[in-house]
């Protein structure tokens, strides 16, 4: 793939480490984020046109990453240090950080003292701005030939500058959106301090993309496992732009999937997009596989297991197959979830199935397009690509589907009544407008049953409960606010029209402390 100019962002564990790369991505600019101990081997074999520093829930409190610093400004590579990295410099190069007697935490706004090429678009000097900060520490004396352009009313050295070795500090977090023009001062660094051109857009990534599939698969076969989702189907167009009709898909419908879903997935493939796709009902072997199963881990496991199977099985038995390659759309949040990062090593909260192990398994190749790719870009290179708007904008659908919707023990009962409550809550967003404003939005069937009166007769059934949140990337997610003239009308539509459930609630929890799904 044609070389683009990049970014390093080094990871110190923080939970911003995410939010920097999304940022400077939303700039135009490369970047890939590499644990702190791996930066330097990895900018020796590699071009790299500026280095930012993440923050860390540690402090600065030994010599032992001086030689991080020493080497870049060795290097002449213009580095941008966010609070624990900034303070990370300060104390390398023989200047002094402190414990903050008043802890900053949340909004706090700095004043401007000098000017700095860093904000000159967007903050004057006198002129007072919100930031957002998170830190104990801070900077108390700056190492020589730094000067301090930026404070607060409880602190100084918010921002500081060198500016002929071009390294700036900052003590707040300009990668979240708590700091209106954060993105603009990354901006700021990355094209008028490192130079950066500005050279990756989805239209590029596109043709790049292709012509690196076609040198890879050559005159070989491809096959790629659809979801339904948006990163199977880009993932699966870019092959088959590359390809053609040496590419083959396999629909999996595990019985877990939500109403019309494999007909809709099948139609679009055939119709629209004229790539070659056959659908497995495998629902069956999933069904007897979660049989009274009802831990969500060993659910979650139990789901990728029989996926590999049903793939397994298709590919050593079906004569027409040739193919040794396999498409995937591995994300890049994917990618960094799988390296060691700077931090401590996070706790597995769910394992997020995916077909993990096929590849060994069956020697083939993997071919993942997305791999360098976050969820908003995928979106935007499938509109390059031509993959209608309505697809594209579907809501995220995890990959066990129904399976982690239904706590306790699934039956094909259940899913058809999951089904139907949850095609008339997405109706009823739709008819509303609402769609597109939500971020995911479904139904989850309860393992409880409630007495109720229907007619002139007792019911005994099944309680559900609405679940709808916004969210940038499903990592923290906020509960999407309806009128209670909606959640009114759509729970009685609900108790109405399904069959099997007599009580509706509406899910008000957060992420976090709550996950999106219930499992
Ligand atoms: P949680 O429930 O962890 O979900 O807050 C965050 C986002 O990820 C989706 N999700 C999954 N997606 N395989 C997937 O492909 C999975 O196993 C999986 N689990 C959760 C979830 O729908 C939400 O968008």
Not at 263 to 282: F, G, H, P, T, W
Not at 292 to 304: C, F, H, L, M, S
Not at 313 to 337: F, M, R, W
Request: aromatic share 8%; with cysteine.
């Amino acid at each position: 793939m044609k070389h683009h100019q990049t970014i390093f962002i080094a990871d110190f564990g923080s939970q911003f480490t995410k939010l920097i790369s999304r940022a400077v991505r939303r700039c135009n600019v490369y970047c890939q984020i590499v644990p702190h101990q791996k930066l330097l081997e990895t900018i020796a074999t590699q071009e790299c046109r500026a280095v930012i520093l993440s923050g860390s829930p540690d402090s600065v409190n030994d010599d032992s990453q001086n030689h991080i610093i020493t080497t870049l400004i060795e290097k002449k590579i213009p580095i941008l240090g966010i609070c624990y990295g900034f303070q990370l410099i300060v104390k390398a190069l023989k200047g002094k950080v402190a414990l903050t007697q008043k802890r900053e935490f949340g909004e706090a706004h700095i004043e401007i003292l000098h000017p700095s090429i860093l904000y000159d678009n967007i903050w004057q000097v006198g002129g007072a701005y919100p930031t957002w900060m998170s830190h104990s520490d801070h900077v108390i004396d700056l190492p020589e030939g730094f000067i301090c352009l930026a404070r607060t009313q409880s602190i100084d050295n918010c921002i500081v500058s060198h500016p002929d070795k071009h390294i700036y500090g900052l003590q707040f977090h300009p990668e979240v959106t708590h700091t209106p023009q954060g993105i603009t001062l990354i901006d700021n660094f990355l094209k008028k301090i490192a130079n950066c051109k500005g050279d990756w857009n989805m239209k590029s990534y596109k043709s790049e993309g292709i012509e690196k599939i076609s040198q890879q698969i050559g005159d070989g076969y491809a096959i790629c496992a659809i979801s339904g989702g948006v990163d199977s189907t880009v993932a699966a167009v870019m092959t088959h732009e590359a390809i053609g009709d040496r590419l083959h898909c396999l629909l999996i419908d595990t019985g877990l999937m939500r109403h019309n879903e494999c007909s809709q997935v099948l139609s679009l493939y055939r119709q629209k997009l004229n790539i070659s796709i056959e659908c497995i009902d495998a629902k069956e072997h999933f069904f007897n596989a979660l049989k009274d199963v009802t831990d969500p881990e060993q659910k979650r496991k139990i789901i990728g297991r029989c996926f590999i199977e049903i793939f397994e099985n298709y590919a050593l038995n079906c004569s027409t197959h040739k193919a040794s390659y396999l498409v995937q759309g591995t994300l890049y949040p994917d990618v960094i979830e799988s390296m060691a990062l700077g931090g401590k090593k996070n706790v597995t909260i769910k394992s997020h199935h995916n077909v993990g192990g096929l590849p060994e398994r069956l020697k083939m190749s993997l071919v993942e397009p997305l791999r360098e790719l976050f969820k908003d870009e995928v979106r935007n290179l499938g509109q390059e690509l031509d993959i209608p708007q309505e697809f594209l904008k579907r809501h995220p659908f995890p990959g066990p589907g129904l399976g982690i919707r239904i706590p306790g023990a699934i039956t094909q009962e259940k899913c058809n009544i999951l089904r139907a409550a949850d095609a008339i809550f997405i109706d009823e967003i739709k008819k509303n407008a609402l769609y597109d404003e939500i971020w995911q939005a479904f139904v989850v069937l309860l393992p409880v049953k409630s007495v109720g009166v229907m007619g002139d007769g007792r019911s005994y059934e099944y309680a559900c409960t609405l679940r709808a949140v916004n969210s940038h990337d499903g990592m923290t997610a906020e509960v999407y606010p309806f009128s209670a003239t909606f959640l009114k009308h759509t729970a009685t539509r609900i108790i109405n029209e399904v069959k099997g459930i007599n009580r509706v609630l509406y899910d008000y929890t957060t992420k976090p402390p709550g996950t999106i799904e219930w499992e």
